[in-house]
Each structure stands twice: as C-alpha cells, then as structure tokens.
C-alpha cells in the first residue's frame, strides 16, 4: 500500500475516539490491513491496458455517463483515463488512490473494471490492487477485499460498484451525491420535455424560480438538516434532493390540473400561521441552546440557519407567484403564495415537532 494519509482520516470517522488510546488496537488494525494487501501490491498492471487520455479527463463520468446507466458510458476511456489520473496522483498533490475532482475517480474506478471484466478481461487480482491503493475506512476495504473474493469464487455474480461496501459517513456522502447526480440527468430530461409547448416568457420566468429555488434549497439543506452525525453529508444530500424533486413533481401536476392547492383568500390565514410557527420554532431552537441541548433534539439546527432560511425561502415566494401568474394566467398571484407559506408551515414545523408520515427525511 503506498501512504496511508487517506486512510487515518477515514479511520477519524470510522472508529470510536475510545480506540485511539488503545494504542495496540490501532496498531493491530493498520498491521492486519497491510498485511491482506501486501500480496496484491504484487500484482502486475498490464502495460497494454493504460494507453493514453486527455489532461481533463474525468474517469468517473466516462465510466458511469451521464445517467448512471448507459448514457455516455465509454470503459476503454475511463479506463485509460483512470490510469492517467493514477499517474499524476503524487503530483497533483491528490489524496490516495482519488482523482482531484472526485472522490470516485483513479484506482476505484480501475478497481470496479477489473472486477467486472468491464472492457478488459475480469482481472480480480489486479480488482484487489486497485482496492487496496484506494483504501478507504479499514472496514470498507476488508468488506471490499471479501467482496472481490465471492465474485472470484462465483458466489456474487452482480456488478461491482465502489458503493456496495461503504461504511464511514464521508463515503457514503460522496456515493449519495453521485446518485443525486445522476437523478438530476433524469430530471432535466424531465424538466426540458416540460416546456416544449411554453411561451419564451414562461420558460423565462420558470428559470427565474428555478433559480430562486436553488439558492434557498441550498440554505435549507445545509441549515436546516441536522450535521451532528458521520452522515451529515449525505442527509445533506437528501434534503436538497427532496426539495428540487417536489419543485418537479409540483409543476408537473399543475400542468395536469391546472390549479394551486389553495386560493388567494388562504393566503392571510396561511401567512398568520406561518408567522406563529416561524415564531415558536425560533423560540424553541433558541430555548434549547441556552439549556445547552443544541446537539440533542435539533441537532446543529439553530434558529440563526432557520432566519437565514427564512430569507431566501421569501424570495423563493415571490418567484413562484411571478411564475404561477405567468404560465397560469387567471390564478391570482396570493393563491400561489397561499399555497408555498402552508409547504413552508408545514416544514417548520417538522424541524421542531417531530416526525410523521407528512415530513421529509422522517427516518433521521
């Protein structure tokens, strides 16, 4: 195994703080790791296999395409790709086994190629090098290493994936931003075939909310989703996936109906219990961080994020009632509005009293 730098970090977020002052474990796990990969460092890397690639190439898009799929997907490219980031690993002042812009890039794609026999002769071996050179938490690599020994011994017949085995919390944040990558192809497919028939204006004021919604979707996300645990980022992840897939599904239903879920005499109700929630939720966020509870119930949640929040969710507002007004002509601008403050109650709501079965990410 070449330097381990990537692997301490890792074993950060993988182990317990109480295993650091076991000095003997922490040697007994680095020692058990070398000494399962120090027959694969061994194994040869077929000089006809490398080829040659572009400086910006980018193997984890070559190997997956656009869609996770089969959309652009190009084996021979990635790989030749994979070796060349490999290459410049050292010199790019890369983390180990990592290509600079991805965590899923150089010896892990290489890995998942000769696993699965993916434009080169299935190569399980050689599949355990790359394992080993990419490292990873100690128990992702162990459950890597038996994982390539059940397909080698035809026990595991499906596809190989860099994902399968994750354990630690900064993986699988990289593995759910990868497959958020992919559904957002999918979505603007979705969102293109959407609009095909609108005016300039309205797909212009449709970009306008998008653009809106991507901002205070950011903020929500990263403010208003509890990071306290190894997992954060890929919560993180699912938060802001959540909000852009309803921001579509809503659209597409009003092209069917034609019609908000409320009218524009909802709107002072809706505004008055928006502004009573938004008022409890502060006060409860702010309540807990005086008793010194602000990793219990709410986690790093505070009232700070939730202001800021609150903020660009106001001009995310606007946007949809510029947006409904415009490809919904008739519909008064409030109903609009009516209709995003009952979804923004709603979520306040969820952040501070509990979860059911209306709230998102209530398995957190």
Same mark, same amino acid.
């Given at each position: 195994?070449?330097?381990?730098?990537?692997?301490?970090?890792?074993?950060?977020?993988?182990?317990?703080?109480?295993?650091?002052?076991?000095?003997?474990?922490?040697?007994?796990?680095?020692?058990?790791?070398?000494?399962?990969?120090?027959?694969?460092?061994?194994v040869?890397?077929?000089q006809?296999?490398?080829?040659?690639?572009?400086?910006?190439?980018?193997?984890?898009?070559?190997?997956y395409?656009?869609?996770?799929?089969?959309?652009?997907?190009?084996?021979?490219?990635?790989?030749?790709?994979?070796?060349?980031?490999?290459?410049h690993?050292?010199?790019?002042?890369?983390?180990?086994?990592?290509?600079?812009?991805?965590?899923?890039?150089?010896?892990?794609?290489?890995?998942?190629?000769?696993?699965?026999?993916?434009?080169?002769?299935?190569?399980?071996?050689?599949?355990?090098?790359?394992?080993?050179?990419?490292?990873?938490?100690? $128990?992702?690599?162990?459950?890597?290493?038996k994982?390539?020994? @059940?397909?080698?011994? &035809?026990?595991?017949? #499906?596809? =190989? +994936? *860099?994902?399968?085995?994750?354990?630690?919390?900064?993986?699988?944040?990289?593995?759910?931003?990868?497959?958020?990558?992919?559904?957002?192809?999918?979505?603007?497919?979705?969102?293109?075939?959407?609009? $095909?028939?609108?005016?300039?204006?309205?797909?212009?004021?449709? @970009?306008?909310?998008? &653009?809106?919604?991507? #901002?205070? =979707? +950011? *903020?929500?996300?990263?403010?208003?989703?509890?990071?306290?645990?190894?997992?954060?980022?890929?919560?993180?992840?699912?938060?802001?996936?959540?909000?852009?897939?309803?921001?579509?599904?809503?659209?597409?239903?009003?092209?069917?109906?034609?019609q908000?879920?409320?009218? @524009?005499?909802?709107?002072?109700?809706?505004?008055?219990?928006?502004?009573?929630m938004?008022?409890?939720?502060?006060?409860?966020?702010d309540?807990?961080?005086?008793?010194?509870?602000?990793w219990?119930?709410?986690?790093?949640?505070?009232?700070?994020?939730?202001?800021?929040?609150?903020?660009?969710?106001?001009?995310?507002?606007?946007?949809? @009632?510029?947006?409904?007004?415009?490809?919904?002509?008739?519909?008064?601008?409030?109903?609009?509005?009516a209709?995003?403050?009952?979804?923004?109650?709603?979520?306040?709501?969820?952040?501070?009293?509990?979860?059911?079965?209306?709230?998102?990410h209530?398995?957190?």
């Amino acid at each position: 195994m070449r330097k381990n730098a990537l692997l301490f970090g890792l074993l950060l977020t993988a182990l317990p703080f109480t295993a650091f002052a076991r000095d003997q474990t922490w040697e007994r796990i680095l020692a058990d790791l070398r000494t399962q990969c120090l027959p694969w460092e061994k194994v040869p890397v077929p000089q006809a296999d490398v080829g040659s690639a572009p400086k910006d190439c980018k193997s984890e898009e070559l190997y997956y395409g656009s869609d996770g799929k089969t959309s652009g997907t190009d084996h021979a490219a990635a790989r030749q790709c994979a070796y060349r980031e490999r290459k410049h690993l050292d010199t790019d002042n890369t983390p180990n086994g990592h290509h600079s812009d991805s965590l899923l890039g150089a010896s892990g794609i290489l890995m998942m190629l000769y696993a699965n026999g993916q434009g080169v002769a299935r190569n399980i071996p050689l599949a355990k090098r790359f394992a080993c050179e990419y490292e990873g938490a100690p $128990a992702e690599l162990e459950s890597r290493l038996k994982h390539l020994d @059940a397909i080698a011994h &035809g026990l595991d017949n #499906k596809p =190989f +994936d *860099i994902c399968d085995d994750i354990t630690s919390g900064m993986m699988g944040g990289v593995c759910a931003d990868r497959d958020a990558g992919f559904e957002r192809f999918a979505r603007e497919n979705r969102w293109t075939s959407l609009q $095909a028939t609108w005016t300039p204006a309205q797909r212009d004021s449709l @970009a306008k909310l998008r &653009g809106s919604a991507e #901002k205070y =979707f +950011d *903020i929500s996300a990263g403010r208003e989703t509890d990071q306290s645990g190894t997992a954060r980022g890929a919560f993180v992840t699912e938060a802001h996936e959540t909000l852009d897939k309803s921001l579509l599904d809503n659209i597409e239903r009003l092209e069917r109906e034609h019609q908000p879920p409320a009218t @524009a005499a909802d709107f002072a109700t809706a505004d008055t219990a928006l502004n009573a929630m938004y008022k409890q939720v502060l006060a409860k966020l702010d309540a807990a961080h005086r008793q010194g509870q602000s990793w219990g119930d709410y986690g790093t949640i505070d009232s700070n994020g939730v202001r800021e929040t609150q903020r660009s969710w106001l001009a995310y507002r606007e946007a949809w @009632a510029t947006f409904g007004t415009a490809r919904y002509p008739g519909i008064p601008a409030n109903a609009w509005r009516a209709w995003v403050t009952q979804e923004r109650t709603q979520a306040l709501n969820c952040l501070v009293n509990g979860r059911d079965k209306t709230c998102p990410h209530d398995d957190h």
